[in-house]
């Protein structure tokens, strides 16, 4: 079936460590996002990719990094920089020039 | 920078009632806007969107939304609320045409109560 993959579905890290969220999409979609939602307050743009080897930052992208070497996936790694990682990350494909996000079931980062 | 507004961050209504979550946006350009639904712990799912034409956009579940440019809303309605309809509703505009780069408001969640 077509769809985007996160994994793993919850994640515990440690204070300090860097850890790295999956996102893998074979939908052949352009477009690769990534937010963080935490409760009320909707969600807000991490980075986002429009084309392989090359993303931008979106909102609040400081503490996070990205890499987009293959068009199906875009990782996203939480660093020890990151001062409050604890959040529900949900990444999103779309074709370019679409007006439609499709959403993965989210990956929930717990710090311990 | 385009922006939506909802306010309300937990709405309950009655089962067989009338569901309407409010959303007003700002933007600078013609906006797309979209509604989108979350169950908890998932990720979201399109419930309907506005870009062009038919300013009365119909969506699944039997919820609807019309889009007033006069009033920079996008209200969305339901006219009869069923258990399962209980979740987490989010607005959204994106701020070029065909460009997914959404700006979401803070969510309404929903209880139905029987």
């Known amino acids: 079936d077509g769809g985007i993959t996160q994994s793993p579905k919850y994640l515990f890290r440690k204070e300090g460590q860097n850890v790295t969220l999956s996102c893998e999409q074979n939908l052949n979609h352009d477009a690769m996002y990534w937010y963080r939602q935490d409760p009320g307050q909707g969600l807000r743009l991490i980075y986002y990719s429009q084309i392989v080897n090359d993303f931008q930052k979106g909102d609040i992208a400081e503490g996070y990094s990205v890499s987009r070497e293959k068009k199906e996936s875009f990782p996203l790694t939480v660093t020890s920089a990151q001062k409050n990682p604890t959040a529900f990350y949900l990444c999103?494909?779309?074709?370019?020039?679409?007006?439609?996000?499709?959403f993965g079931q989210g990956t929930r980062l717990t710090v311990v | 920078a385009q922006s939506v507004t909802q306010l309300g961050s937990h709405v309950s209504v009655s089962e067989g009632a009338l569901v309407l979550l409010r959303c007003n946006y700002s933007s600078s350009v013609p906006p797309y806007l979209f509604w989108y639904v979350q169950y908890p712990n998932q990720g979201l799912q399109l419930l309907l969107k506005y870009t062009t034409g038919a300013t009365l956009v119909k969506g699944i579940n039997g919820f609807e939304a019309e889009f007033k440019k006069s009033e920079t809303s996008f209200h969305l309605t339901k006219p009869s609320a069923h258990m399962s309809d209980a979740a987490e509703y989010f607005c959204?505009?994106?701020?070029?045409?065909?460009?997914?780069?959404?700006?979401f408001g803070k969510g309404n969640q929903v209880v139905v109560i029987p």
């Open positions: 959204a505009v994106s701020d070029l045409a065909g460009n997914n780069r959404l700006a």
């Open positions: 999103a494909s779309s074709m370019l020039g679409s007006t439609e996000a499709f």
